[in-house]
Every structure is written in C-alpha cells, then in structure tokens.
T-cell receptor, first 113, second 118 residues
Framework: GESVGLHLPTLSVQEGDNSIINCAYSNSASDYFIWYKQESGKGPQFIIDIRSNMDKRQGQRVTVLLNKTVKHLSLQIAATQPGDSAVYFCAERTDNYGQNFVFGPGTRLSVLP | DTGVSQDPRHKITKRGQNVTFRCDPISEHNRLYWYRQTLGQGPEFLTYFQNEAQLEKSRLLSDRFSAERPKGSFSTLEIQRTEQGDSAMYLC????????????????FGPGTRLTVL
C-alpha cells in the first residue's frame, strides 16, 4: 500500500503507555486547529479539533492542548493501542471562515508490543 | 471508509499526457476540497468549492491544473501536460457548512489518487 511519511520524525511508545505528539504552528492569527491520523494507503482521518478560544479539549482517549502564547499544539493519546500506529498531522486554519488549512509535517507514531 | 470516494486510486502516466481524477463527496456535503500530498509531507491545499462555485485557489494550482464541480456534487481535477513534479497523492475532502455560516466543520477525506508521472 501507500507509504506515508517515509522520513518523518518517529515517536515509539509501548502499548498501553500514553503518547504525546507535538506540533508548532506558524500563524498567530489561526483560529481553528485539527489533528488528523493517516494510515498507509488512506486519506487523513479527523481525530479532534479545537478553536483558538479554548486551551483544552477532550475526546475519547485523546486530548488536544493549545498554547497560543508559544503557538504550540499537542495531542495526547491515552493507553496507546497498536491501532494507533499511523502518521499524525496537525492542521491550522490561517484565514477566518475560509478553508485554507495548513498542515504540519507530521509525526509517525509506532506502537511497540 | 469516510464516504468520500476517489477514482482512480492509482494512475501512471507519461510526461506530457493529460490526466483527470474524480471525487465523489458525501452526498449532502456542500463543500469540496482538493489537496496534494507528497511523500513525507502533509497535504497542501489546492482549491475548494462551495456547491458548484470555485471559491479559492492556491498558488500551487498552476494554469495546467483545472478543477470543476459542475452540478455541485462530484468534482474532477484535470492536469494537462503532466510533469514529473506532479507526481503526488491527490486528496479530495468534503464538508457540510450550515446556512448560518458556521465555519468549524470537519473535513472528511477520501483515500486519494496516487499519480506517478514517468
């Protein structure tokens, strides 16, 4: 199948541990952020989003933290499972109401048995 | 399966040939987006449609690229006189934006069309 992100930074975690994936975004005016998961041969899959007026948002096993002061976004995955192995991208919306999302370079998460 | 389909999944062509890709969005979605993704990179925005109107095009979309969404449903992306640098994954996504103009809307991606230009 398709290989995504052959030369991406890789985070390796033990199954059951928590994972933290970080992203530095570029535009202080960005108002909306999304984390995507991309498995080999597939398109990106929405995980969780957060608006710029929030600092934290929780989903099922995932939490996104936004620090606007340093333009930093993180994705925390609790109790990481083998099925979480994929490339993770953060995306920022740089134009309000528009749809121009700028994606970060991605991080490959590898879950070790 | 997100409900967004793309065809073909893979396309190999020779430099200078024209290619056309198709995207079928989720049926009730009024917005449709095209992205390009090269190995090791995140998707790069190319263009998007609100119903049949093409509202934004990125600088990446050279004059060899054209996209249409004639009836506000499926969309096509055509690349004329392909170049080796066009080799990439072409992703389509769709979303539903409400009439109130709420713009915090999830984009659902298709599986992509992998283009290889020899």
């Amino acid at each position: 199948g398709e290989s995504v992100g052959l030369h991406l930074p890789t985070l390796s975690v033990q199954e059951g541990d928590n994972s933290i994936i970080n992203c530095a975004y570029s535009n202080s005016a960005s108002d909306y952020f999304i984390w995507y998961k991309q498995e080999s041969g597939k398109g990106p899959q929405f995980i969780i989003d957060i608006r710029s007026n929030m600092d934290k948002r929780q989903g099922q096993r995932v939490t996104v933290l936004l620090n606007k002061t340093v333009k930093h976004l993180s994705l925390q995955i609790a109790a990481t499972q083998p099925g979480d192995s994929a490339v993770y991208f953060c995306a920022e919306r740089t134009d309000n109401y528009g749809q121009n999302f700028v994606f970060g370079p991605g991080t490959r998460l590898s879950v070790l048995p | 399966d997100t409900g967004v389909s793309q065809d073909p999944r893979h396309k190999i062509t020779k430099r200078g040939q024209n290619v056309t890709f198709r995207c079928d969005p989720i049926s009730e979605h009024n917005r449709l987006y095209w992205y390009r993704q090269t190995l090791g990179q995140g998707p790069e925005f190319l263009t998007y449609f609100q119903n049949e109107a093409q509202l934004e095009k990125s600088r990446l979309l050279s004059d060899r690229f054209s996209a249409e969404r004639p009836k506000g449903s499926f969309s096509t992306l055509e690349i004329q006189r392909t170049e080796q640098g066009d080799s990439a994954m072409y992703l389509c996504a769709s979303s539903l934006v409400s009439g109130s103009g709420s713009s915090y809307n999830e984009q659902f991606f298709g599986p992509g069309t992998r283009l290889t230009v020899l």
